[in-house]
């Protein structure tokens, strides 16, 4: 039944389907979109186009409905416990998000002698806007110390335990990952909670999760502050993206200065991406993309050229962990004597489009020469098996 329900949504994927011989297998950069966000960019600019907050004629009211819609329709998809009390801030992505959030909320918040935790080995998205914030607050005189976030050495999550022991009583800030963009693993954020207690508010980069799994603020697991998301890797238009906050711990969230006219066409798109999120159901998304994960996994971890980068807690192969512990649609790999650029090249002389090299992770020299291959529902069990005839045949 998953097949039959997966081969119904990939029909719905015009790109994907124009190109049988080939497999987009880069979704953790961008996700292809399906034909009901295009029907409804496509509806939008050819019956209401106009700019947002501004008119006194229908296109443009009805062009400010559909932002205010999509922000509330945002809050409904993460499943917002008080939607009266948070704020929705679209974006460009994921990187602006974190930007704002350092800039408009995190530097008029922290006082001097302040501590903040951050990542020091995931995206650069998530560490370059808190350093700047530390820049920021310096030249104002007001001097914060900012701590690197323990990782564990092997499985790439964080180390909860030695974090315990970096928290003290001027710990005001936490920024973590939902989901790591090289490793895949899910960084439990639930136990950074525990470590930091009730009072420190979390900054999540969501931009690996939302569209792939279940994000559910209600869930008591789900304790944080600010999820920030790129709508584009959620098959909505590039250019899409947002900060939801949640304004329960610290002042609001205000985003400063003027705005501008906001990126319309991309709102609308994300509103009809979370839409169709919804209908296909993000529980049977993440069975479907970590199936295809382990099916990869579980057969790799077995052709001795290839050293998979973060491995799971345990040594079993994924598809024996929990669910919590498995990859979720990110493996990233190196060949033992094939430079990333050139298997990269291979790949895609075999159809597959993979990200080689850089993965834009900080710090870390982890990643060099590696290969990522990151899925999405549209990917298929006879693509993952035809890639996995062709690293067989240059192992
Ligand atoms: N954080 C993570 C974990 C990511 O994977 C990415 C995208 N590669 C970003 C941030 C940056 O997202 P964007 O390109 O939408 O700004």
Redesign the pocket.
């Known amino acids: 039944p998953d097949r039959l329900w997966q081969r119904k949504l990939r029909e719905q994927f015009p790109i994907v389907t124009a190109h049988p011989e080939s497999a987009y297998l880069d979704s953790?950069?961008?996700s292809q979109k399906p034909q009901a966000v295009l029907d409804a960019v496509h509806a939008y600019l050819t019956t209401t186009n106009a700019n947002a907050g501004r008119g006194t004629y229908p296109w443009a009211n009805r062009t400010t409905r559909l932002v205010e819609e999509t922000r509330e329709r945002v809050k409904e998809f993460l499943g917002d416990p008080e939607p009266g009390r948070s704020t929705v801030h679209f974006t460009?992505?994921?990187?602006?998000?974190?930007r704002t959030v350092a800039r408009d909320w995190l530097v008029p918040y922290l006082r001097d002698g302040d501590e903040i935790l951050v990542p020091f080995a995931?995206?650069r998205?998530?560490l370059d806007p808190w350093l700047e914030a530390r820049r920021l607050l310096a030249e104002r005189g007001v001097g914060i110390q900012v701590r690197a976030l323990p990782h564990q050495a092997v499985s790439g999550d964080y180390d909860h335990r030695a974090l315990g022991g970096l928290v003290g009583p001027r710990t005001r800030f936490v920024a973590a990952?939902h989901?790591?963009?090289v490793y895949g693993g899910d960084m439990n954020v639930h136990r950074i909670r525990e470590a930091v207690g009730p009072d420190v508010p979390i900054c999540l980069?969501a931009?690996?999760s939302v569209g792939h799994l279940p994000v559910d603020l209600a869930d008591p697991a789900l304790d944080v502050d600010f999820v920030v998301f790129?709508g584009?890797?959620a098959m909505a238009l590039p250019g899409t993206?947002a900060v939801w906050a949640r304004n329960a711990r610290g002042p609001g969230f205000r985003p400063a200065g003027w705005r501008g006219t906001p990126n319309t066409v991309g709102i609308v798109s994300l509103g009809a991406a979370l839409d169709w999120l919804d209908e296909a159901g993000a529980d049977r998304i993440a069975r479907w993309t970590d199936g295809l994960t382990t099916r990869l996994t579980d057969r790799l971890r077995h052709l001795d050229p290839y050293e998979i980068l973060g491995c799971p807690t345990s040594l079993a192969a994924d598809s024996a962990l929990p669910a919590a512990q498995r990859r979720h649609g990110i493996v990233t790999f190196r060949h033992r004597d094939i430079p990333s650029d050139d298997l990269g090249f291979i790949l895609y002389s075999h159809g597959f489009m993979v990200r080689a090299d850089s993965?834009?992770q900080a710090g870390a020299d982890d990643e060099k020469g590696s290969v990522r291959v990151s899925l999405h529902v549209y990917n298929t069990v006879e693509e993952i098996d035809r890639l996995l005839a062709v690293l067989t045949s240059l192992a």
């Open positions: 953790a950069a961008t460009s992505g994921t990187s602006e998000g974190l995931d995206h998205a998530n990952t989901v790591h963009h980069d931009a690996q790129s584009h890797k993206g993965l834009c």
